[in-house]
């Protein structure tokens, strides 16, 4: 007997035990696979953004999205609940420079029946860009609709309330007052008491995003929800960081070049952009890195602003040397996708990115000899 040796339990000898089995944790996986391929709904040629889960450039894994989180939680039975973290609402913006702030930070507890499984916070704010900022247009003055573009002098100068873009093909003179007025490019939205609900949606949108990944395990699979993150203007520690204000047409703070020359006024004429993506592709040279999914947000961005295959495959020859986003180089890719300044699918480019890619059109077909009537 004093040869025996006393069986010490695990956790006494500082040893973790597993709480299933191996062929319970098995059987577990095995059900997670199955949600994923059998019940969410990924990214397919009907909604390339996915339903449940999706990709987001600058992302590996996909992203979990809120449809997603709602099924896991069901599937695992699970129930969130959710509760202030932090609550700050300056309608005023007495304490925040004269602006409004708005900021909510919610955390999402999921429980199994009574017992809480896991827990994680989301936060979201006013000042965050897509909050913060209106995207100004020129509007026609007689149509209401936002298709005012710069004409060509070779055409006559002025403004043309452009049929391309849903206009009535109004035109205004260079000078005209009710248009030069206007504000254009990137504007404090007027109205932030409109998106408080939004935004405390939101809160709780990243909040039960993450307290389903650290539930479920799904981590393994996805990662947090980011598309609502990538965005220039984030709030850090109480203050914000603007994105440039945008006038494009000879405003005394002009907005910056796509290419990282400062002061330069925008929209730029053809030749000087073609100049400056040149040196932007011998910049990247074999660095830049293009996904698919970034390749596709590229196209996307080039199809909201011209609606016809021929004329995006003359912009992007012209521009680049390649008229097909597919086969282009990742640096030129990356210059393109670095102009038309958009980070999603349904992203429209900025009004002087507009202009400018107009413009392009038309040396473009004027260089191949193929001048169309677009001013």
């Not at 095995?30 to 450039?57: C, E, M, R, S």
């Amino acid at each position: 007997m004093d040869n025996e040796k006393a069986i010490v339990p695990m956790e006494q000898a500082g040893f973790i035990a597993p709480v299933i089995s191996v062929d319970d944790a098995l059987r577990a996986y095995q059900a997670k696979k199955d949600l994923i391929d059998h019940i969410f709904t990924g990214p397919n040629k009907q909604n390339p953004n996915g339903v449940d889960y999706g990709p987001v450039p600058g992302t590996d894994k996909p992203t979990l999205k809120k449809a997603g989180a709602e099924k896991a939680t069901s599937f695992f039975g699970l129930s969130p609940r959710f509760r202030d973290d932090m609550v700050v609402e300056d309608w005023t913006g007495e304490a925040h420079g004269g602006e409004p702030f708005l900021h909510y930070r919610q955390t999402c507890d999921l429980y199994k029946g009574d017992r809480l499984v896991a827990s994680a916070g989301g936060s979201c704010n006013s000042w965050e860009k897509k909050y913060r900022y209106r995207s100004g247009e020129r509007v026609c003055p007689k149509c209401g609709k936002p298709a005012i573009i710069k004409g060509k002098e070779e055409f006559g100068g002025g403004w043309l309330c452009f049929g391309k873009k849903g206009g009535c093909g109004a035109k205004f003179a260079d000078a005209a007052p009710e248009i030069t007025g206007q504000q254009v490019g990137q504007i404090k939205n007027p109205d932030v008491a409109e998106v408080a609900n939004t935004i405390l949606k939101m809160a709780q949108k990243r909040a039960l995003v993450a307290a389903t990944l650290i539930a479920t395990g799904l981590s393994e699979y996805f990662t947090q929800d980011m598309e609502d993150f990538i965005a220039p203007g984030e709030f850090v520690e109480g203050t914000v960081k603007d994105a440039p204000a945008v006038n494009p047409l000879k405003s005394a703070d002009p907005a910056p070049a796509p290419h990282g020359d400062a002061h330069v006024e925008r929209p730029l004429a053809p030749d000087t952009l073609r100049s400056l993506m040149a040196k932007k592709i011998a910049k990247y040279g074999t660095t830049a890195q293009m996904t698919e999914i970034q390749r596709k947000v590229l196209a996307s961005a080039l199809s909201n602003t011209l609606t016809a295959d021929v004329d995006r495959y003359a912009v992007c020859r012209w521009l680049v040397g390649e008229a097909s986003t597919k086969k282009m180089s990742d640096a030129q890719a990356r210059a393109l996708l670095d102009w038309q300044e958009v980070a999603g699918f349904e992203d429209m480019p900025p009004q002087y990115v507009i202009e400018e890619t107009h413009a392009v059109l038309v040396a473009a077909n004027a260089a191949a000899g193929q001048e169309k009537l677009i001013p």
